[in-house]
Structure formats: C-alpha cells, structure tokens
C-alpha cells in the first residue's frame, strides 16, 4: 500500500493545496504568518535538496515529503489571497459605493440576455467620488435596460456610467443560495440596474485580443446555427451543446433533461472535449504509436482541442476539460511512466495555480470526480459482463460509463441539487451518443455552410434528430418515481459518503476486508448524523417569515407538518419558491411541499378572520398578519394583547394607531412594505420603545419556540 501510495506524489501535492486553497479563501488574518512560514521552509527545503544524502539519512524521507507539503500547503494559502482582489487597497469594498456618483468600466464577459435586461461583467477603472476620479478598482455585475443602443454593446467596450454601485446581499432566508459568495469566487462583489439614460460608450476594444477574437468567432458560428436551424428547442440544444449558449434553454428543457440525469450534456466540458479528442485520435491512429509520429500527434491532438475551447468563448468549463485532455496527451507521448490519476492530479495542480477559485467552482468538482469514478469504476464494472454481439457490449460499455460518473457525483448531486435521476442509465443510452452525433454534425454545419444548398439540408436533419431526443428525454419524465426529489444532505454528510466511497475504492483494489469496515462507519457516522437532525425536526415548533421581495410569505411548523401562508402571486412564481422558500423545508424534513407542485388552497387555514384581519393561536402563542387595510374609524374598547404582529403590504398607514389596537411583545415588518413605510415604522416603533424586527434590512425573521 506505502509503495502504491508513493505513486500518487501529484495526488497529495493537490490535497495540500487544496487546504491551503480553504484556508487562504475563510482564514485570511494568518496572511503575514503563513508568508513567513512558506519563506522558511522553502530555504530549508533547498538547503534540505543540497545537502541530501550527506546527513539525516533515516529521517530524509519524511522530513522532505513534510516539507514539501507544508509548502504546498502554504503556496496554495498564498495564491488564495494574492488572487483575491478584495484585500487591495484601492478595491471599491474600501470606498464608499453609495456616495459613487458615476465610474468607467470595460465589459470583460460576452453578456448574457434576459427577458428585461443585457446582463455584463465589467471591469471598474475609476470612480467619481466627491467630485473628483479616485483610482478604485474591481469587478461588478451590470444589467443595462434592452433598447437599441444596449443591443449592440459588446465584449471590450469602454462605458462611462452614471450611477452607484450595490455591493451584493448575503443571503436573506434560511438555507438560501449565497449568490454573494458565489460570485465573490469570481471576484465580483457589487451589482447595478442600469438606465438607458445613464451610460456613455467612450471606446472599443479594450479588452483582452485573444478573449475578443474567440467571443466574435463563436457569434459569427451562432449565426450560422440561427440560419439552418429553425426549431427554438432544437436550436438552444444545439448552441447549448457545440457552443456552450445556454441563455435560450427553457425552464422546461433544463428541468427535463435535469431530472433525466442529462443536464451534462448541455454544459459544454469534459464530454464534448473528449469527444473532440476521440474523434483526432481516431483520425491520427496510425501516428499514435510511432516514435516521431506520437509528437505528431500530441501536437495536432492538443491544438485542435483548444481550438474548440477558442470558438466556445474560452468558457472555463471548456479550459479545465483542455487542460485536462492536454497533459494526458503530454504524459501519453513523452511515454512517461506514470498513472491517470497523477495526470489528472497535474492538470488540477495547474488550473488552481493559475486560479484558486476554481476549487469551489460545483463545474469543477464534477468534472474531476466523474473522471476519477469513470476511470476507476468503469473497468471494474464492465469486466462483470461480457456480451457476444457487438451492439449490447457498446450498450453495456456506456451504461458502465453512467454508473461510474453517477457513483463519483451523486454526494454533489445530492448536496447541491437535492435529487437523483432515477434513470439516469437509460438516458445516457440517449444523450451520450447524441451528443457525438449533435457535436459532430454541428461542426459540420459550420464548415459547409459555405455551400447554402448543403447546409440547409444538415441543418433540416439536425434539427429533427434533436427534436427526437427531446421527446424521448422529456418521455422518461413520465415514468414512475422518474427523479428522487426533495433530498437534503449537509456539507459534512456529503464528505462522510465520499470518505465511503474513497474505502470502498481501496478494498476493490487492495482486497482488505478492514477497508470495508471503515466504508460502513462513514456511512454510519453519515446516517447517525441523518437520525440526529431528523430527530431535531421533528421536537422543532418554529415560525419563519420570508424576505421574498416584494411579497409575503410566513411559514408555521411543528415538527414534519406546516402551514405555508404566501401570496398568491409568489405561489405562481415556482422559481422564487424554490429559491427563497424551498431549502429551509428540505432542512427542515418538510416532505409534502415542493415548488412545482404548491398550492395554498389545498392547505388547512390556520389563520382565522378578526375583524379584517388574520388571526391564530399556535401552542398557546397569539399571532396577527395585517395583511390588508381596515376601516379608519374601527377601534377596539381596550388594546389586545399579542405575542406577535406581522405588518404586511403597507396596510399599516399610520403607525401612531397601532398601539390604539394592540399591545405586541414583538412586531414584524416583511418584505412586502415599502422603504418609505418601512422606515416611517422604525422611527414610530423606537419612539414607542418597540420590540420590532425589519425583515427586508435583516432577512428572515424565525422564531422557535
């Protein structure tokens, strides 16, 4: 095991750096430490190197493998903060953002549709503060309202913009997607709307060269697809899946081929490179073995590969899956004596060097495990069975390639996405070899559409062989129990199947029964954690309201049942249920509630009618929404008192009457007040010597009993 283990010395180099990655991103106070520490042990690690074999000749092993990983460990800490742009200086987090009068900037990403909005990354140059340009610095999401003149903005492009800046939003309800920090990752960490009225184009390209050619390529190559393809389902697969254009999927679409286990095949990555690859290396076979033919090879094989990243927008999907493809190539033609999986490890080492951000990117995290289990459980499995025909061996090759990727990403699937595809082998039988044909074909496309008469044609068969695969990925919807829905496991649960899975690895190939035995305490540990929170949500008595914007929305729960009161235009909006609503109840064991599928009349009324309000008493607790507006001259003979008072949709008009009506031990403000009402409350509630909570200013407001 110690002399298999040594093999791996890329494999320990990355999960070295990798923790020096975490630490760099969420421990950065320890900067000035870790930058001594990294000074002095790369002196002793070279003093180590030059006196070596002369002295310590027992400890020599150890005492450089530690060395080596400190410094691993360290360089990943340091790259980690040196990368991240926020600890400059003169970065805009340092200046005041609501006193920006206006700011310059250059649009950095090729922008991305909406139904209202042309949506840019931009790159901020200087900012109008005081009156006067200061040189602060950093990166922003931009939404320019659609009209003419936003229509044709693009990649390079020099603004002069008059308007503030918004620095992100933590997230603002229990569990919900942290889009500040998911952008934070990519160094972004402001946003704003932006008026027709309010921008000025002040020049062009003055962006990266490399990044604006591959950016005007791959629009030149999208409206070649746009011409011969004419069904919309058909074109956004096919742009989806050559070129990486996936703003024209449909909510329908993506939720189809998601609960089929195909959404893979959409993202342009590792499949559609590996595609590119096996089709050179069928072309160049005859090379691939020769002594000076491998070189030959190596060189085609690798250009070609980037060539397709480069008419892709240089996405960084298609950058990782290259650089993958590219230094198995390398260690393929130099016929060094190594493993797949140090390659694997190489490419890593590399991509994070030059972006250490990459390590929390889900994309990443997917493509390297997928690789890793189809590497490792691939041939285990598809040696289980040996088929005479060559039809069901190729079927049998790729079912074994789908359960390989699925056991190496389901913890993820789970963690981030909260279902399983049932037939998730059924529909790579479809989409994988589509995917060859729709890549294949498309290319093709491109190339001929010199000739109109040719490319009308190809794309005529493109577009009904994609109208097939659609129907026959949105028929698998239809079978029983086609997706596992409603799955919630934490960060640490997802670790522990995977530690599982990393023993369940060693004991197929170490054949060590105590490997076993370590497989099944992780998944004990993971199910004992299960049990545990389980058993806290089920004794949990707790009352959320939601910060949904504009609407209301409160939720009362005891134990696994709930009463789920929302506005009726928020219930029609299935997206913002399952993006503010839908995780607290995955946590929370909620099993009869999903987004796609509420609807608050089927729900038992806690709230009753009072006098135009609503009223409830849960376990013993009095609770009024005032949620509409009531009569001017109605009065109550004495205040009522009340545990809790939720004010909703501004129905409040003036706060002095309040205390004429009750006398609440704590008041609620939601989301769907205004800013000015809102703040007209908090002045009257602090005069008062009020208990009061805002929910827009604060998030979600719980209160557990």
Same mark, same amino acid.
């Given at each position: 095991m110690q002399q298999a283990w040594n093999r791996y010395a890329f494999i320990r180099f990355v999960l070295f750096m990798a923790l020096g990655i975490v630490a760099g991103t969420f421990l950065s106070d320890f900067y000035q430490i870790i930058l001594l520490v990294f000074g002095a042990i790369t002196v002793l690690y070279l003093s180590a190197q030059f006196f070596r074999g002369y002295q310590f000749p027992a400890l020599q092993s150890v005492s450089f493998a530690v060395l080596a990983f400190l410094i691993c460990f360290s360089f990943g800490y340091l790259n980690a903060f040196w990368k991240s742009e926020k600890h400059d200086e003169a970065h805009l987090l340092n200046a005041n953002t609501d006193e920006i009068e206006a700011f310059e900037a250059i649009l950095i990403n090729a922008g991305k549709t909406t139904e209202k909005t042309y949506g840019f990354k931009v790159e901020i140059q200087q900012v109008l503060l005081n009156n006067e340009w200061q040189n602060y610095s950093g990166n922003a999401m931009t939404y320019f309202q659609k009209d003419s003149l936003s229509k044709a903005l693009q990649y390079g492009d020099q603004l002069l913009i008059k308007s503030q800046l918004?620095?992100?939003?933590?997230?603002?309800?229990?569990?919900?997607?942290?889009?500040?920090?998911?952008?934070?990752?990519?160094?972004?960490?402001?946003?704003?709307?932006?008026?027709?009225?309010?921008?000025?184009?002040?020049?062009?390209?003055?962006?990266?060269?490399?990044?604006?050619?591959?950016?005007?390529?791959?629009?030149? &190559?999208?409206?070649?697809?746009?011409?011969?393809?004419? #069904? +919309?389902?058909?074109? $956004?697969? /096919?742009? *989806? &899946?050559?070129?990486?254009?996936?703003?024209?999927?449909? #909510? +329908?679409?993506?939720? $189809?081929? /998601?609960? *089929?286990?195909?959404?893979?095949?959409?993202?342009?990555s590792g499949l559609h490179v590996g595609i590119i690859f096996l089709i050179v290396s069928t072309l160049l076979k005859k090379w691939r073995n020769r002594k000076r033919g491998r070189v030959f090879f190596a060189i085609i094989n690798i250009s070609v590969l980037w060539a397709y990243a480069f008419i892709t927008g240089l996405s960084p999907s298609v950058q990782r899956a290259a650089m993958m493809f590219s230094f198995i190539i390398l260690a393929q033609a130099m016929k060094r004596q190594t493993n797949i999986y140090n390659t694997l490890a190489a490419s890593a080492f590399v991509l994070l060097s030059f972006d250490p951000f990459l390590l929390f990117s889900v994309g990443f995290q997917l493509s390297y495990l997928a690789v890793l289990g189809i590497v490792f459980f691939q041939p285990k499995l598809y040696g289980l069975l040996q088929f005479k025909y060559v039809l069901w061996d190729k079927i049998w090759a790729i079912t074994c390639v789908s359960i390989a990727a699925q056991l190496a990403t389901a913890p993820l699937g789970l963690l981030y996405f909260h279902q399983f595809p049932t037939y998730f082998f059924l529909s790579n039988l479809v989409v994988i070899p589509a995917a060859f044909v729709i890549l294949n074909s498309s290319l093709f496309l491109m190339i001929i559409s010199i000739w109109d008469w040719a490319a009308e044609r190809i794309g005529y068969v493109i577009d009904h062989f994609i109208q097939v695969i659609n129907y026959l990925v949105f028929s698998l919807d239809y079978l029983p129990?086609?997706?596992?829905?409603?799955?919630?496991?934490?960060?640490?649960?997802?670790?522990?199947?995977?530690?599982?899975?990393?023993?369940?690895?060693?004991?197929?190939?170490?054949?060590?029964?105590?490997?076993?035995?370590?497989?099944?305490?992780?998944?004990?540990?993971?199910?004992?954690?299960i049990c545990l929170r389980q058993y806290e949500n089920f004794h949990e008595k707790k009352l959320i309201v939601y910060d949904t914007g504009k609407h209301h929305a409160l939720a009362i729960k005891n134990g696994f049942s709930q009463y789920l009161k929302v506005e009726d235009e928020l219930a029609k909006d299935k997206n913002k249920l399952r993006f503010h609503v839908y995780p607290s109840q995955l946590q929370a064991g909620i099993a009869?509630?999903?987004?796609?599928?509420?609807?608050?009349?089927?729900?038992k009324e806690l709230f009753e009618d009072f006098h135009g309000l609503k009223l409830a008493i849960w376990e013993g607790k009095r609770i009024i929404h005032w949620h509409q507006e009531i009569d001017e001259d109605f009065t109550f003979k004495d205040p009522i008192d009340l545990d809790l008072l939720i004010i909703s949709n501004n129905t409040l008009k003036k706060p002095e009457k309040l205390l004429d009506f009750f006398n609440p031990n704590k008041i609620?403000?939601?989301?769907?007040?205004?800013?000015?009402?809102?703040?007209?409350?908090?002045?009257?509630?602090?005069?008062?010597?009020?208990?009061?909570y805002i929910v827009p200013e604060n998030g979600a407001f719980e209160w557990k009993l």
């Open positions: 918004s620095e992100l939003e933590p997230p603002k309800n229990p569990l919900e997607f942290n889009y500040k920090r998911f952008l934070g990752f990519d160094q972004i960490y402001h946003q704003q709307y932006i008026n027709s009225r309010n921008w000025l184009k002040l020049d062009e390209e003055q962006g990266n060269l490399v990044m604006a050619s591959s950016i005007k390529i791959g629009q030149y &190559l999208e409206g070649i697809m746009n011409k011969y393809i004419q #069904n +919309d389902r058909s074109l $956004a697969i /096919a742009k *989806a &899946l050559t070129l990486g254009i996936k703003d024209e999927l449909d #909510n +329908d679409l993506r939720n $189809a081929y /998601a609960a *089929a286990g195909a959404m893979h095949v959409l993202a342009v129990n086609s997706t596992i829905d409603g799955i919630f496991i934490n960060t640490p649960e997802s670790w522990l199947i995977y530690i599982a899975i990393f023993f369940i690895a060693l004991f197929i190939s170490e054949k060590k029964l105590n490997y076993l035995k370590l497989a099944v305490l992780s998944l004990f540990f993971m199910s004992a954690s009869d509630f999903h987004p796609d599928s509420f609807e608050p009349e089927n729900q609620v403000v939601d989301a769907s007040n205004s800013y000015y009402n809102i703040q007209n409350f908090k002045a009257k509630f602090e005069e008062e010597n009020l208990d009061y």
